[in-house]
């Protein structure tokens, strides 16, 4: 039912006259000269008020209240010109109204809730709040208390905080705990604290929904609750590419106004490891060593990943390795069309309608099931690739971050139910720097006779034929007597370092699992450091910042599995502020 709402009157703001107009949708001030004529008009639209609140109100540095009872504040959003780069920076304004009278000013006030009520149904009003004290520059918990939960309570918006003790606490509250009552989750951290949560999230909807999320066959069923993400972490990557800037308040912002933006989601399967999700990054070679390096260097904070990529870079490695791919309907998008997946992307929207309502024949999982040389019809043919690679990865968004501001695909989507395949063969060590280099700038990183580029729906990572992976029940194991052949030094390094107790972690499902504290410190030798004098064979897999320290992998992308409070980025030339 369609409420009226339209309200118009004269209100002051200071000693300024304006006329006030409230629509359904929008709120507007326009100040009124001495004259009556019409001078400066602010317009916000309803979905972006923060809170509407009796009296003459400042949130910051602390709450004060000045209960005139002819005055009324307004918080709300405002985009700043003096923003990122690369997004907008959001941040909050206030303007304190006062009325001819308190009858007026009640009016105002109850209008405007009912507006809000009416306009943003979507808003989150209790929130599970995750915080990681140790992500980033360990600033998780005063980023929070500071910048995030004020904004909180003037929305209006109560929040559960659980300060993070051990890795994989948030995951495991999420797979096992009571939610009903909450409207979203809430983490504060980096990649790695995102993919806890992701990982809980999805676990416990497949759970309740009797699916086995261990199935590679498996359609997975979407998750109800949202994700916000407060970046307090290292590369912040989620929070970036879904947002546009790295920035606690912006995030802060979107989760209070219950923005939402569907995210694709990537399944890693391997016969003899729970299942693993990413959306960021799924890497080998270069990503895969770099993370591992950078485990033992975690001291260092976010730098580690500047001087891993550095020490990794110098030692030069490849790696061989067959990918099988599914190759996306070329129709659609491809990963070099220079259309870039920004707020209300239509390759999204059209997903959105191909994705949601029912499986399809050609989503159907069978001809994902190992049927990768043959295919149906619908599907297109998988297609395979056979060679050495500096690296292999796989990103179901742009993965843009601080680092690398257009991000690994520049033209990827978050939304689209397919994932960009990026092969980097052996190349000239200079060859490779030039392609890490145009990372950081808006060359293009696909131009290199030496990159491809392919967007997928599935692919698979295989060793080349006579170097399979054993069919070894324990992952552990088998990565250990896979380098026996080559790397005698690095065994013998792996047995005396590596902790008791870590098989249990390393065969332990959903993220961080294999980021426990020291776990990956004493088994650097299980892929070489690059102190090392023998060069391995293999490499592992950076996902979205955990390893996985298996070569041979299956991969599927699960089109718009969670939904975080975010709208995408938004297009700077389009907005007017
Ligand atoms: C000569 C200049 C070289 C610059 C290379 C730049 C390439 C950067 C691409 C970064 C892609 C990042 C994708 C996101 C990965 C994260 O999931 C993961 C975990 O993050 P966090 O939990 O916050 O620690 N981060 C990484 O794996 C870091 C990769 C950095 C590689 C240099
Ligand atoms: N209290 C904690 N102690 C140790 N590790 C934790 C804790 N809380 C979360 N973690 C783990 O820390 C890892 C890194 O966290 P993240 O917030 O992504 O920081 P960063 O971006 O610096 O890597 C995550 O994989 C998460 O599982
Ligand atoms: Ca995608």
Known sequence: MEIDL????SLWVGRKRYLAVLTGWHLQWTEVDKKNRQRKTTSVPVSELIGVEDGRVEILPGKSVEDADHDFTVFYVRRSSSGGSY???WRFSRTQFSCASRALRDQWTSYLRTALKTHSPSRPHRLLVFINPFGGKKKGRHIYHSL?????????????VIVTERANQARDHLLKKDL??????VCVGGDGMFSEVMHGLIGRTQQEAGLSENDPNVKL???NLHIGIIPAGSTDCVCFATVGVNDPVTSALHIIIGDSQPLDVCSAHHPTVPVHYSVSLLGYGFYGDVLAESERHRWMGPLRYDFSGAMVYLSSRSYAGVVHYLPADPLLSSPRDNIRCLSGCSVCTKSTERLLPHPTVSESVNSFHCSQYSSDSSEGEWVSVAGRFRCVSFTCMSSSCPRSPLGLSPSAHLADGTGDLILVRESHPLSFLKFLHRHTSTQDQFDLPFVEVHRVKAFRF????????????DMERGATRQRENQDTQCVMDIETKSRTGSQQQLTERGSGAYRERGDWRGKKALFCGPCCSETPSVSVWNCDGEILPFSEIQCRVHGQLVHLYARGIEDKAAIVS
């Open 180 to 185: 009903s009552g909450f409207d979203g989750v």
């Open 6 to 9: 339209r309200l118009e009157s």
């Open 148 to 160: 995030v939960a004020p904004l909180f309570e003037l929305a209006g918006i109560s929040s559960h």
């Open 87 to 89: 997004g907008l920076l």
């Open 221 to 223: 069923q979407p998750c």
């Open 462 to 473: 295989s060793l080349p034929p006579g170097e399979e992976e054993d069919g070894c029940e």
